[in-house]
């Protein structure tokens, strides 16, 4: 069975027992590919409802995204509340931005409802490098008053002193219902309580098809027999459904984790918030429970990684913090996420009994917490919720499967040039 990566995560991870494989024939109301945090949290979503549940999953709990992230819990989207209500109408964007923090709620009641050892902690820190993007920051707290949320402090050069100790910023944003998690706990954590209610996972379980007339759901040693399917594979489904393959743009990201460092990594970050900053590819870091400096960014198009992700991150972060130019790097590694031509996440159905969600881009943290439960709801017979994020246009990249990722790389220059002038 494929182990986890080599990761922070995975080396400090609660002990979780594997899961034997599918084997013959079993059958379930839903059958659910992948077990990340969207396809586990749909399963206990529909599992506190009562129904039955089957999740697949090719590797282990967690194995891709969910399980290799930043871990910070950022609440909204990939684009601004603003744009989505500009982008889709003012009905859609009234829904959409009321859900805004939705996501990172149900990450906290989940920990605290089934007693998830995830190491929650409080605030989110956006950093900017120039007045542009303060101006920006300042937008976006306007922005989200408008949609009734009142929970950002602006703060000044001086006033990020008590969040973070370094020289590159003019400023930032606290965001009081941000926060940051172990991820990797976090997603076995609601494994457990989905198992706890009934529900079964099979791990190392890869999906070879997909009857999307009849919702059977098939691996190489065994097949599910069900009413409806949810597919939440996201980056990592690995040819099986080639229509949904092509809505999205596999990107890979890159983290190192430093040593534990006691009380440098205190005098760092002394309030013990995540920050990332207000980049277009952005930086982002976060304290660890064990005292450790958790620093990722980097993105590769297309999901390959870097020759070097050590060589890849580490200037970035020696940028901010000096001081730890001699501290040993304890484990660097990556993971792909699936990024959409719009930059927002996508949930709409394949076939009448096949749903799919996927396309978090870069926020998957909280949305896929929110989109699960959306699953779960229309599922249920509750499509209010879902029809507006399914009702959404759908675009394709630009240049095909061949030529997208020189084109997106092309478009990105002008905005890495852009956060470079400071402009």
Known sequence: ???????????????????????GTETADVCVIGAGFTGVNAALELAERGVSVIVLEAARVGFGASGRNGGQIVNGYSRDLDVIAARYGETAGRVIGGLANEGGD???????????????REGMLITAFSARQMRGLEHHVSTWKGFGFDQFELLDKTGLAPHVTTERYVGGLLDKRGGHIHPLNLVQGEAAAFESLGGRIFEGSPVVSVDMENAVVRTASGE?????????????????????????????TQVLATEPLGAEAERLLPSNVCVEDANYVLDYFRRTADGRILYGGGIVYGGTDPASIKAKI????????PTLKDA???????????????RFPQIGKLAPRVYFSHGDSGHGVTTTHLLARLLAESVTGDNSRFDVFAGLPYFPFPG????????????????????????
Request: contains cysteine.
């Open 328 to 342: 040993q790097i304890d484990y660097a590694w990556s993971g792909n996420f699936a990024l959409t031509l719009t």
């Open 400 to 423: 095909g499967k061949m030529f997208r990722v020189p084109m997106t790389v092309a478009g990105s220059w002008w905005y890495r040039l852009r956060d470079s002038m400071g402009v």
């Open 106 to 120: 149900i990450i906290r009641a989940r920990a605290a409802k089934y007693a998830i050892a995830c190491d929650v």
């Open 1 to 23: 069975m494929t182990a986890h990566v080599k990761s922070y995560y995975a080396a400090t991870a609660n002990k979780q027992d594997a899961r034997p494989a599918l084997s």
């Open 314 to 321: 580490l200037p970035h972060m020696l940028k901010t913090f």
């Open 224 to 252: 599910v027999r069900a009413k409806t399917v949810l597919v939440c594979g996201n980056a990592y489904l690995q040819s099986v459904l080639p229509a949904l393959e092509t809505r999205v743009m596999p990107v890979s």
